[in-house]
């Protein structure tokens, strides 16, 4: 059966204003593609990233971040939306280590969301080979909901050097002083597998208002790309049911006007 082309038009309309309606809610509070000149990140982002602990400086080379154990200096980016202390976060950025993560300590996390101060950091983000699921060669990615050591909870798939790999990292503090982090690698859906873990915040929420990378010792060489932080999973991911009805609408209104013309 043929649908007329005039109701074609009117459910491509619809979809689309059903995707604006349910996106509208939505929120990008930061992202960055580093695309900056090679050399040291807070000299060439134009004051996006700027240090706040260490000295020999955090680099950008090939429009990526280089996050290295062999450097020290820790840099921030400021998050729009205001203070986020009750709310839900979420991170998206493609990662490569290029050299390998060692022992997982206090301070070999490489990525944080963070208060504006120098010490009150959340969902600290591990490379890390202490989960017994971890084949040997390969490593983890894990995460904490509290100023533990090491990581509490891991995203289910051995990871290998050299290969690049999509991270989702989530804080949900709409619960006083219990935060629930989660880490998804190469989701498709907020329901694709995952590794959660809940923390306790001793001063209750944390007051984040920015996003942060780490240079420490143990952590490897990992270079980041294409950083999207958003108040929803289809913020940082669209899903593909979502797009595929976009596409349907727009078809839909791209017929219709090739009929009219």
Not at 170 to 187: E, L
Not at 204 to 217: K, N
């Amino acid at each position: 059966m043929r649908i007329p082309i005039r109701l074609m038009c009117v459910l491509a309309v619809a979809v689309v204003a059903w995707f604006m309606v349910g996106t509208a809610s939505a929120a990008s509070y930061f992202s960055d593609t580093f695309t900056y000149a090679d050399g040291p990140i807070t000299n060439n982002s134009g004051g996006v990233w700027n240090g706040f602990s260490g000295s020999s400086p955090l680099n950008v080379s090939n429009g990526q971040a280089i996050v290295s154990q062999g450097l020290t200096q820790d840099v921030a980016a400021q998050l729009g939306g205001g203070v986020h202390s009750n709310d839900v976060l979420y991170a998206k950025f493609d990662f490569n280590f290029s050299v390998m993560p060692g022992g997982s300590n206090a301070t070999s996390y490489f990525f944080m969301f963070k208060d504006s101060g120098t010490s009150f950091f959340y969902a600290r983000t591990f490379g890390a080979t202490n989960d017994p699921a971890v084949a040997p060669g390969t490593f983890r990615l894990g995460v904490n909901a509290d100023s533990a050591g090491a990581p509490k909870a891991f995203a289910p798939m051995n990871l290998s050097l050299s290969n690049w790999y999509t991270a989702v990292i989530k804080v949900d503090q709409t619960t006083y002083s219990n935060g629930v982090v989660t880490v998804w690698i190469n989701p498709l859906l907020e329901s694709d597998p995952s590794g959660v873990v809940t923390g306790t915040v001793a001063s209750g929420y944390c007051a984040i208002s920015t996003v942060a990378f780490r240079q420490a010792t143990t952590e490897g060489i990992v270079n980041v790309d294409n950083l999207v932080v958003g108040s929803s999973f289809a913020t940082v991911i669209p899903e593909p049911s979502t797009v595929l009805l976009v596409g349907v609408g727009l078809t839909g209104m791209l017929a219709f006007r090739r009929r009219r013309s």
